[in-house]
């Protein structure tokens, strides 16, 4: 038999577990991307057109914008910071609105944007179920 002494349920403290390693997760993947396009502005990577100087002008604009967030974001959600996820929200629109609004200059990435909305959606879960958990405990 185990005493609980912050008072927190067993489903408060796996919720906040999952939080905790769905952040983590998302928030190396995110990091990881973020590298890839650093990578990619430097001309290290062999794909036609890589290098900054290259680039069309409107990937000159969104590549260095998302090199940027990308690794900011990753690190906030690594942190577990709310902050990371707000910045992983920007991402996300910035790239539905590169695939889906201009794919004739992005081109389509629906994998990405799918991913977005799974990682986005999970956290939206644990967050209400947060919210939901925390609720009931201040009507006890």
């Known amino acids: ?14 919720n906040r577990r999952l939080g905790v390693w ?3 997760g998302a928030g190396a993947v995110l990091f990881a991307v973020g590298i890839f396009y650093w990578i990619r502005l430097i001309g290290v990577d062999a794909a036609r057109l890589g290098r900054f100087d290259l680039m069309p002008i409107w990937w000159r604009i969104a ?12 690190m906030g ?14 991402i996300a629109i910035i790239e539905v609105v590169m695939h889906l609004g201009f794919p004739d200059l992005f081109g389509e990435n629906i994998l ?13 879960v644990l967050r209400i179920v947060a919210w939901r958990e925390d ?6």
């Open 63 to 74: 590549a260095p914008a998302l090199a940027v967030l990308y690794p900011v974001a990753g």
């Open 112 to 124: 990405g944007l799918v991913a977005h909305a799974w990682g986005l959606g999970m956290l939206a």
């Open 77 to 90: 959600l690594w942190m577990t910071a709310g902050w990371g996820a707000v910045i992983w929200v920007l």
């Open 135 to 140: 609720g009931r405990r201040f009507e006890r």
């Open 1 to 14: 038999m185990t005493i609980e002494l912050t008072g927190e349920s067993k489903a408060t403290t796996l």
């Open 22 to 24: 769905l952040c983590r």
